[in-house]
């Protein structure tokens, strides 16, 4: 896990040591045990490094790192599988100087070419430099748990871990008012239409699970991109319920032995939910009663979503090493500022807050890789939105005693989902549907009392606003896996984690796993009024009861309602307020209004997002 900058021109005053020192001091937060320059023999290349060792401690481990007198890498993140890739690759005659798993990617690309992305079980970005070839290989994992950004011109691509290095490299900050507008008005912080924009004109993202080669044989860079994978929502298993079980078991517990693999310490997250739960389960099966698993919580003592019960008769369970810590509304004043800068983008509510305490806490008690749960709500349709998905999937499928069995589960189980003849409609006219939730989230931007009516005509992308057609439920789990939602996750994970030089693993995107679940039946997902149906199934006899068949779906959260009403959080929503109106971004009848508070996950979190885009975008 580390920092990675890079730059390829023709113009080689634009490559240098300095440069490249520049991109990679903004992020030495990524990797604070070393730092490595490379530039290429005809100088039309350079690679900076910031290392975190977690796998070959010595410097055997180095980047950035060459191989074969030809290749030379640039690399962040885990290849979980590198054993087996290792293994494969010495059969065929490939030999390796050190134990990590560096190497292993460049003796893969050796041999397979582009290719060896189809081996990996891994979260990643790299570059590789093709000295013969004279080409530039980048990638970027499946599901983008690691960042890869950078900007192009008709000189030169600059590429990095985050946003800053980029503009530590002299690259602009002028602002994607259409991004920015999507955001304060309905809480977009990506755009489906375009999975390479960010909230910066000339900064993109290599999107998920595509990678892209530069040649620089001529004199002008030639950029090819394409997606070497993705999830088939189309495919279909049919298997007995208790194949369904053992099956995911088997991908789950493998998923998670590679995720363990390190040579320094390794911990969890413990939220109290289903999903972290269950990691830390398996893990104690893994390791056994000789070594005590240590967990990390964020609690709220008299909060109403506080999950101090549920963690607790985890730790009770499984006898772990349980720490907590407790975010505050002074505190999130304090740390908000060092916050975003970490993320570099606006983003959704202090949830991220409460992430970022638990990933420092982590560090106070040196552990430097944490397993997490993210990704198991999209995979598995954990939120209580997918149920009116699933229901328009059983009536479209005309099986109406199965979705009114499963409307009337869902109720005894305390689900509130809306449910009336538009949803009938929806599930047979689902491309109508899609426009027409367009249109209203159109309409919606177009209304909003405090927005600037100018701001709005000027920058109001109505294509940007996409919603997918929904057929069936994988339709949405892949949408919000793959489209919008879950790398948002992931980002917010990613900074984090990397804010204190920790690790984050997540096991539930094993992609192998991932294509398991996409492939059973939406019954597997939903069944009974319960959402995660086959993971529950799967923990029945190893979780605490409470916590398998809970009823209720608590969002990780703190009580924010509560900290927008404390004054330090009241004075800078204020001061928020008042450089988007400077900016032309706000009408002016802002400044008079009451802060409007609300809990992290409401959908009105206006001036949460206030205070997010002006801090995070604005001087």
């Known amino acids: ?259 363990l693999r390190s040579d320094v310490a390794i911990g969890s997250s413990l939220s109290g939910g289903l999903d972290s739960s269950s990691i830390v389960a398996v893990i104690n099966n893994i390791i056994g009663d000789a070594t005590r698993q240590k967990t990390f919580s964020a609690v709220f003592p008299g909060f109403e979503k506080d999950e101090s019960l549920y963690i607790n008769k985890v730790v009770q369970q499984f006898k772990v090493d349980n720490y907590t810590v407790t975010p505050t509304a002074l505190g999130f004043a304090d740390d908000f500022q060092k916050l975003v800068h970490h993320q570099d983008e606006p983003f959704q509510s202090s949830s991220i807050y409460a992430q970022y305490k638990v990933y420092e806490l982590a560090k106070q008690h040196d552990v430097t890789v944490i397993l997490d749960g993210q990704g198991a709500d999209e995979i598995l349709a954990g939120y209580n939105k997918y149920y009116h998905w699933y229901w328009q999937e059983l009536v479209r499928k005309e099986d109406w005693k199965k979705a009114k069995h499963e409307q009337k589960a869902a109720a005894n189980n305390g689900v509130r989902a809306e449910w009336s003849w538009k949803n009938y409609v929806a599930a047979y006219m689902p491309t109508l549907t899609a426009r027409q939730l367009e249109k209203k989230a159109n309409a919606q931007q177009a209304s909003l009392e405090f927005m600037h009516q100018d701001f709005i005509e000027q920058y109001r992308d109505k294509s940007s606003v996409q919603k997918p057609v929904v057929e069936k439920l994988n339709d949405i789990l892949y949408f919000n896996t793959m489209q919008q939602g879950l790398e948002e996750l992931l980002r917010y994970a990613d900074r984090n984690s990397m804010a204190h030089s920790r690790e984050v693993r997540l096991p539930f995107l094993n992609h192998e796993l991932v294509q398991f679940v996409f492939s059973a039946p939406s019954s597997m997902k939903i069944n009974k009024g319960f959402t995660k149906y086959l993971l529950r199934l799967v923990m029945d006899t190893v979780l605490p009861q409470p916590i398998v068949w809970r009823k209720d779906k608590v969002g990780y959260e703190p009580p924010q309602q509560q900290w927008m009403q404390q004054q330090p959080v009241v004075d800078i929503i204020m001061q928020s307020r008042e450089k988007l109106v400077q900016q032309g971004v706000l009408d002016k009848r802002v400044l008079h209004e009451p802060i409007r508070a609300h809990a992290a996950h409401d959908a009105g979190n206006f001036d949460w997002r206030y205070l997010s885009a002006a801090t995070a975008l604005l001087p």
Request: glycine share 6%; with cysteine; hydrophobic share 40%.
């Open 1 to 259: 896990m580390c920092g990675i900058a890079g730059i390829v021109s023709l113009d080689n005053s634009l490559v240098n040591k300095q440069r490249l020192q520049q991109m990679t001091d903004a992020i030495a937060h990524r990797g604070p045990e070393g730092e490595g320059f490379w530039i290429s023999s005809n100088g039309r290349v350079g690679f900076g490094h910031r290392r975190l060792s977690i796998i070959d401690l010595s410097e055997a481990g180095a980047q950035p790192m060459h191989y074969m007198e030809r290749y030379t890498i640039t690399y962040n993140g885990e290849i979980y599988n590198y054993l087996e890739v290792k293994q494969a690759l010495e059969k065929q005659g490939y030999h390796f100087k050190s134990s990590c798993d560096t190497e292993v990617i460049l003796a893969a690309y050796a041999c397979y070419g582009k290719n060896c992305l189809q081996h990996f079980d891994g979260m990643f970005a790299f570059a590789i430099w093709d000295e013969l070839e004279q080409k530039l290989f980048c990638a970027r994992d499946r599901f983008g748990e690691k960042p890869f950004y950078l900007f192009t011109d008709q000189t030169q691509l600059v590429f990095a871990s985050e946003i800053k290095a980029l503009h530590a490299a002299g690259i602009g900050k002028a602002i994607n008012n259409s991004m920015l507008l999507n955001y304060l008005t309905i809480g977009f912080t990506s755009d489906p239409s375009d999975p390479s924009a960010t909230f910066f004109n000339d900064i993109k993202k290599l999107p998920a699970a595509h990678c892209m080669e530069i040649d620089v044989k001529q004199q002008q860079l030639h950029i090819h991109q394409w997606q070497y994978w993705d999830i088939d929502k189309e495919a279909q298993l049919e298997l007995k319920e208790e194949e369904y079980i053992d099956r995911f078991a088997q991908l789950f517990e493998t998923s998670i032995q590679r995720r």
